[in-house]
């Protein structure tokens, strides 16, 4: 069975700082793992995705994730906050060899101060 | 490249009523998802769809809750009668045949039952 834990439900950040958002997961397969952001009343948008190829993954808008098997870790980062990254983060595991289940995490809500 | 199509936006009803949602995926893409989001919650899979076939539907309700596909394009999801606990957010995704087996997610409609 596969499940995901975001060991964070709030993370405030001053604007211009380091943002670190935690994610664990736990897979009987080798997972894909997604970061999606929400922001309030839009859809999900793909932030970054892990395929098995480079564990360090960039994403858009200066994300990137590292896939760490051995501490079945892969935390979202970002050097520099900006305001406009105020939102709600979820993370994803898959099973990329079955159905292509999605397994959301309970979501991280970032708050950006200035 | 269009995106995912959902309507309508928002809906809101009384307890026992009946409600439909619909969702256009991109074109092309063979497998279609129904999910619910519930205020503060991460999305939940309802109801995969494989072209016009279910390949998982042991999340829904089906005492209430009732998806189609029947064309294998759009999609239909129903709740008959509507309960107050079905306030959420309802998001349709879909995903190509190949690549990476990621989804794409439409708007959501949220759906307040008084």
């Known amino acids: 069975a596969q499940s995901v834990t975001q060991l964070d439900s709030h993370v405030s950040v001053s604007e211009g700082t380091p943002v670190l958002l935690r994610c664990n997961y736990s897979?009987?397969?080798?997972?894909?793992l997604f970061w999606y952001v929400q922001h309030p009343n839009k859809g999900l948008q793909l932030l970054l995705k892990?395929?098995?190829?480079?564990?360090l993954v960039k994403g858009i808008n200066g994300f990137e994730a590292e896939f760490k098997k051995s501490e079945t870790s892969f935390h979202l980062t970002k050097p520099s906050a900006h305001m406009s990254d105020a939102a709600e983060y979820f993370c994803?595991?898959?099973?990329?060899?079955?159905?292509?289940?999605?397994?959301f995490g309970t979501g991280t809500r970032l708050k950006v101060l200035a | 490249e269009a995106g995912v199509a959902q309507s309508p936006r928002y809906k809101i009803i009384e307890k026992r009523q009946s409600v439909a949602f619909w969702c256009n995926p991109i074109?092309?893409?063979?497998?279609l998802y129904w999910y619910q989001q519930i205020l503060g919650q991460g999305p939940k899979l309802l109801i995969q769809?494989?072209?016009?076939?279910?390949?998982?539907d042991s999340q829904l309700p089906k005492d209430r809750f009732s998806a189609e596909r029947l064309k294998g394009v759009d999609s239909t999801l129903k709740i008959q009668p509507a309960k107050l606990e079905d306030s959420a957010v309802y998001l349709c995704?879909?995903?190509?045949?190949?690549?990476?087996?990621?989804?794409?997610f439409g708007p959501g409609t949220r759906l307040t039952v008084l």
């Open positions: 995704a879909s995903r190509a045949s190949t690549g990476s087996g990621e989804q794409f």
């Open positions: 897979s009987s397969y080798s997972p894909s």
């Open positions: 892990y395929t098995s190829a480079a564990t």
């Open positions: 994803v595991v898959s099973d990329p060899s079955g159905t292509y289940k999605y397994i």
């Open positions: 074109s092309g893409h063979a497998t």
């Open positions: 769809f494989q072209n016009n076939g279910v390949v998982d």
